[in-house]
């Protein structure tokens, strides 16, 4: 009974092994996938080559050339100037270069920037210029300036131009 016994055992195990050895399991695998994520960037600048001090003269012009400069791959974005003026009392007068004002937000202006593989420079004023009114005095001069300050804000997450001034506002 027991040599039957194990050579029952013995035959199941040889029919096992066997028939365990000749299967054949369907597998697959895929090419391996990376995702890289970096974070978009703006890279703005403000230049202006003609200085910060000017001699006026009544009805004369002054050459002021303030650039705003997005770099090489910045994201699509709504560039913003705002223009302060102290106490100009329409002694200084200029034309924007393409700007279009921002509702609602006196002295800011806007233009939208398409990523590009260069470097893309906005001129501030046309022909670089501030004209002098011929009825600017010397006790005028005192306290005239204008202050020109840039921001860029993404455009991707924003419905308006307002909403993303809204947003600029926050950088000061």
Same mark, same amino acid.
């Given at each position: 009974?027991?040599?039957?016994?194990?050579?029952?055992?013995?035959?199941?195990?040889?029919?096992?092994?066997?028939?365990? !050895?000749?299967?054949?399991?369907?597998?697959?695998?895929?090419?391996?996938?990376?995702?890289?994520?970096?974070?978009?960037?703006?890279?703005?600048?403000? &230049?202006?080559?003609?200085?910060?001090?000017?001699?006026?003269?009544? !009805?004369?012009?002054?050459?002021?050339?303030?650039?705003?400069?997005?770099?090489?791959?910045? &994201?699509?974005?709504?560039?913003?100037?705002?223009?302060?003026?102290?106490?100009?009392?329409?002694?200084?007068?200029?034309?924007?270069? !393409?700007?279009?004002?921002?509702?609602?937000?006196?002295?800011? *202006? *806007?233009?939208?920037?398409?990523?590009?593989?260069?470097?893309?420079? *906005?001129?501030?004023?046309?022909?670089?210029?501030?004209?002098?009114?011929?009825?600017?005095?010397?006790?005028?001069?005192?306290?005239?300036?204008?202050?020109?300050?840039? *921001?860029?804000?993404?455009?991707? !997450?924003?419905?308006?131009?307002?909403?993303?001034?809204?947003?600029?506002?926050?950088?000061?």
């Amino acid at each position: 009974m027991k040599k039957t016994l194990i050579t029952i055992l013995a035959t199941i195990f040889v029919c096992c092994f066997a028939v365990g !050895g000749t299967l054949a399991w369907l597998m697959d695998k895929t090419d391996t996938i990376t995702n890289t994520f970096t974070v978009g960037n703006i890279d703005l600048s403000l &230049e202006e080559t003609t200085g910060s001090a000017y001699k006026m003269i009544p !009805g004369g012009t002054i050459t002021k050339d303030p650039v705003v400069t997005v770099g090489v791959g910045s &994201e699509d974005c709504y560039v913003f100037i705002k223009i302060d003026e102290t106490d100009t009392k329409n002694f200084l007068t200029y034309t924007l270069d !393409g700007w279009t004002a921002v509702d609602g937000a006196a002295g800011v *202006y *806007y233009r939208e920037h398409s990523r590009s593989d260069s470097a893309v420079e *906005y001129k501030v004023f046309v022909n670089d210029t501030v004209n002098v009114s011929e009825d600017l005095t010397k006790e005028d001069t005192a306290e005239l300036s204008i202050t020109i300050t840039a *921001y860029a804000v993404q455009k991707s !997450g924003f419905a308006t131009v307002a909403a993303a001034w809204a947003e600029a506002q926050t950088l000061d």
